[in-house]
């Protein structure tokens, strides 16, 4: 007995020096990876493009200002447009890229200019070889930088102005005629405020305002740095004619990722194999603890609880229901069968901005629900009042959803005049929310982790190891709530390079890596609380994977930074450290599939089946999804002719929905599985929707997504990117066939969706009544007892 005494002695000690090992490695980790986008975040602000006071033509007579590029780019955001197509890239995919699109037509009217100075006649006119002359003069000029630091002053040349002029006269008939395409005739209206207020401007200075912005964005893409031989958005778009061809460096930084994936993968699977870092010391088989769900606790508020998920699955139907609604914008752009007043009360903008922000809603709903289910589990109690602000809760986030979708809808339709930033549509794409909404968000998220405190309060006390389980679990749901206050950092006249980099903190660092950390540490929760692993498994593992999640997935939010107007060292650090997210993504799997065995020796018996297959369908998604996809679109070289093409939204439903929102709807059934009364249970709905949901999801993007994304590739490798982004492009009859198509997995999805939301909403009617009130103590479960 003293033997065995010893030798558990020496493992635990073992195991306890390994733990702080890993801590150590972790909050390293951490250190150096937020130094990292930091310091590159200071490097974007002086390096980003300037926004001169103002632009002259060589005579010194001023045809541009400081306040028109930024009223330019705040009626870009009011309208919404950033939902309907791109700036620099970023932003949706119905609409151009308004940066190429400037940029071509900016660069014609400079080549008309030279060719009627030099042979009087225009550019289409000219010789092959005279052609040639006038490209190379027209590149020579626009690329050189006559903008002046000291006095904060941009010179053109005549052939410059009169190419600004051409963008203006092209936008003024777009947004007053419609661009034939999405965009609807006269958008840009007249503001809804009365004409005393003195940042009131009319329809005709919006336009010409707007047409700016985009003149701006198409100066900086061409025009090189001061000192340096690459432009500011490194040379991107590719467009031969002003000089823009891929770098050297998104080349070899491409080449170098791989590598340095390949090498790294070996590294990371040696260490976890040798020190066993996985979750996969199981309950021995035969032995997995019997569960019966009659016989759990349950206490008022996780009983409240139920009401959130049935709205999580209400929201994500209408979500569902709005991305059908784009995907036939796309072959019918202005009405949905025939139907003009849909198109006229819910355009693509519109439409595509409520598609976004139900997706969060509905995701972040269902782990609130989930935090709120599991509070009383962990500390071992149900403190007083917890019920009233479960329900405080549940009807901020009501009035949230309802309130933004209003506002976002009146202040794309010009009613709230100069008050659309504050409550209409902010205009960011994943960001649309009016910044009262957004302080709206942030308060209800603190109300939730005020709930899971107190709920998990008592566990916090009895667990001594400051990083164990239930502290891992605290620090990640702080870090929701933490993470999204950076969204307050970009206000309408924020330089949009430098809007842009705090953007990619919510969608990057608050969507996909704190969500993703917290997903981590709830799926290692759940694997306990389901009893399918050990504690001291999880734990040593969730640190392993935490590590190298935050260490890739921190510097890898620079591949959002290749061609936006940052600096080209994001290059390298985008390519690499992208690269090297897979491998977090590849581990996942791994370890589900190990659960999966786990899962099927526990026995027939094992209740939270359902939540299963959708947690397996989460570690699938995160490899092809997030992983395959996301690794093809971030290599630099593929990015500069891809940036803001099919193959992006290919990677973006596989990552959103098929990674948080399966692993969403995996939480939603593992607590309603607590709550429903057993009778009222219905596994094989639950599998039929599993199903639908994973071979429509798959459809999208193998039938349509991926297709028309490589033909886009194609397209703008040849023709140059501005064409691959044009609406003539879309209305070939080959992607127009491919985008029909699309509405066969569209609808194998959607019956995936109604069958979850039936099954939900039913369950509000089979709820299990209360077996504890408040601070009756609860039995103490194997995650909160110490090893």
């Given at each position: ?19 702080s ?11 150096i990876s ?10 974007i ?21 400081k306040?028109?590029i930024?009223g ?20 949706s ?21 030279k060719?009627n ?6 550019f ?24 002046n ?8 040349t005549?052939?410059?102005v009169?190419?600004?002029?051409r ?8 947004f007053?005629?419609g661009?034939?395409?999405g ?8 503001s809804?405020?009365p004409?005393t207020?003195r ?36 040379n ?12 050297y460096?998104a ?17 990371i ?20 603890p ?7 606790p ?24 709005f ?7 796309y ?8 139907i ?6 819910l ?43 479960v ?25 709230l ?19 009262i909404w957004?302080?709206?968000?942030v308060?209800g ?21 400051k ?33 842009d980099?705090w953007?990619?903190?919510?969608i ?7 969500f ?16 399918l692993?050990?504690?001291k498994?999880?734990?040593?593992a ?16 620079g ?11 994001w ?24 659960q999966?065995k ?9 209740p ?13 998604w995160n ?12 290599l ?32 939603l059934?593992y607590s ?6 057993p009778e009222?249970?219905n596994?094989?709905l ?16 193998v ?25 003539a ?16 997995p ?5 019956i ?7 099954f ?14 408040e601070?009756?103590?609860l039995?103490?479960?194997d995650?909160?007892k110490?090893?």
């Amino acid at each position: 007995m003293e033997i065995n005494r010893n030798v558990r002695t020496s493992k635990q000690l073992k195991r306890s020096t390994q733990n702080s090992f890993l801590k150590s490695v972790l909050i390293f980790t951490l250190l150096i990876s937020f130094t990292v986008l930091l310091v590159g975040g200071y490097w974007i602000f002086k390096e980003m493009a300037p926004r001169p006071k103002e632009v002259q033509n060589e005579k010194g007579e001023v045809i541009l200002t400081k306040e028109s590029i930024i009223g330019g780019q705040a009626v870009f955001q009011k309208y919404g447009l950033m939902d309907y197509g791109t700036v620099l890239g970023h932003g949706s995919y119905m609409g151009p890229d308004y940066t190429a699109e400037a940029l071509k037509i900016y660069t014609e009217g400079m080549q008309d200019y030279k060719a009627n100075e030099i042979y009087n006649k225009p550019f289409e006119q000219l010789s092959k070889d005279e052609k040639t002359v006038i490209r190379e003069k027209v590149i020579k000029e626009m690329r050189k930088n006559r903008y002046n630091p000291i006095t904060d002053v941009l010179v053109l040349t005549d052939a410059q102005v009169y190419g600004l002029e051409r963008v203006r006269d092209y936008y003024r008939d777009v947004f007053t005629n419609g661009d034939g395409w999405g965009l609807q005739k006269g958008l840009i209206q007249e503001s809804h405020m009365p004409r005393t207020d003195r940042a009131w401007v009319g329809n005709e200075e919006q336009v010409k305002q707007i047409a700016d912005f985009f003149f701006w964005t198409a100066w900086l893409s061409s025009t090189l740095r001061i000192g340096d031989e690459i432009t500011y958005t490194n040379n991107w778009p590719y467009y031969e004619d002003a000089g823009n061809t891929m770098s050297y460096s998104a080349m070899w930084w491409s080449g170098a990722s791989v590598t340095i994936l390949i090498l790294f993968v070996a590294i990371i699977l040696f260490i976890q194999h040798r020190y066993q870092l996985s979750m996969q010391e199981a309950y021995k088989e035969g032995q997995f603890p019997a569960i019966d769900l009659r016989k759990q606790p349950l206490t008022p508020s996780q009983v409240k609880s139920g009401k959130y998920f049935a709205i999580v699955s209400i929201l994500f139907f209408v979500q569902s229901m709005f991305g059908a609604l784009l995907a036939h914008y796309y072959v019918e752009p202005d009405s949905f069968f025939g139907i003009k007043w849909i198109h006229d009360l819910l355009p693509f903008n519109i439409s595509k901005g409520y598609h976004l922000q139900l997706a969060i809603f509905w995701i972040a709903t269902s782990w609130l629900g989930m935090g709120i289910f599991v509070a009383p589990i962990v500390g071992g109690y149900e403190p007083k009042k917890q019920g009233l602000l479960v329900d405080v809760l549940f009807w901020a986030l009501v009035v949230l959803v309802g309130g933004s979708m209003i506002g976002e809808w009146l202040g794309v339709n010009g009613y709230l005049g100069n008050n659309w930033f504050l409550f209409g549509h902010q205009g960011w794409e994943y960001i649309e929310l009016g910044r009262i909404w957004q302080i709206v968000l942030v308060v209800g998220m603190l109300i939730w982790l005020c709930i899971v405190f107190r709920g998990i309060k008592s566990g916090l006390k009895r667990e001594s190891d400051k990083g164990g389980l239930i502290h891992l679990l605290f620090y990640s749901a702080i870090a929701v709530p933490f993470f999204y206050i950076f969204a307050f950092f970009i206000n309408p006249d924020t330089n949009f390079t430098m809007a842009d980099f705090w953007r990619w903190w919510i969608i990057h660092l608050w969507v996909e890596g704190i969500f993703e950390v917290f997903a981590v540490v709830v799926i290692g929760f759940l694997l306990v609380q389901m009893k399918l692993v050990t504690k001291k498994s999880t734990v040593r593992a969730l640190y392993f994977q935490l590590i190298i999640l935050l260490g890739s997935g921190v510097i890898g939010i620079g591949h959002h930074y290749y061609y936006n107007g940052s600096a080209e060292v994001w290059i390298g650090l985008g390519a690499v450290f992208s690269a090297l997210e897979v491998i977090p993504l590849t581990l996942l799997i791994l370890e589900a599939y190990e659960q999966y065995k786990m899962m099927r020796d526990g026995g027939v018996n094992f209740p939270y089946k359902a939540a299963f297959w959708f947690l397996i369908s989460t570690a699938i998604w995160n490899l092809v999804g997030a992983g395959v996809l996301g690794f093809l679109i971030n290599l630099p070289a593929v990015s500069y002719f891809e940036h803001g093409q099919f193959l992006t939204p290919a990677h973006g439903h596989g990552a959103m929905m098929g990674v948080y929102g399966m692993f969403g709807i995996a939480v939603l059934l593992y607590s309603l599985r607590n709550i429903v009364k057993p009778e009222a249970w219905n596994d094989k709905l639950l599998k039929f929707s599993c199903w639908m949901l994973n071979i429509g999801l798959a459809g999208m993007i193998v039938v349509t997504l991926l297709p028309i994304g490589v033909m886009q590739l194609k397209e703008a490798f040849e023709k140059g990117y501005w064409a691959s982004r044009s609406p003539a492009f879309l209305q070939q009859e080959t992607v127009q066939q491919l985008l029909t198509l699309r509405s066969i997995p569209d609808t194998i999805f959607l019956i995936g969706v109604i069958a979850l939301t039936v099954f939900s909403v039913k369950s509000l009617f089979h709820l299990r009544k209360p077996t504890h009130g408040e601070n009756d103590p609860l039995p103490i479960p194997d995650l909160a007892k110490e090893e």
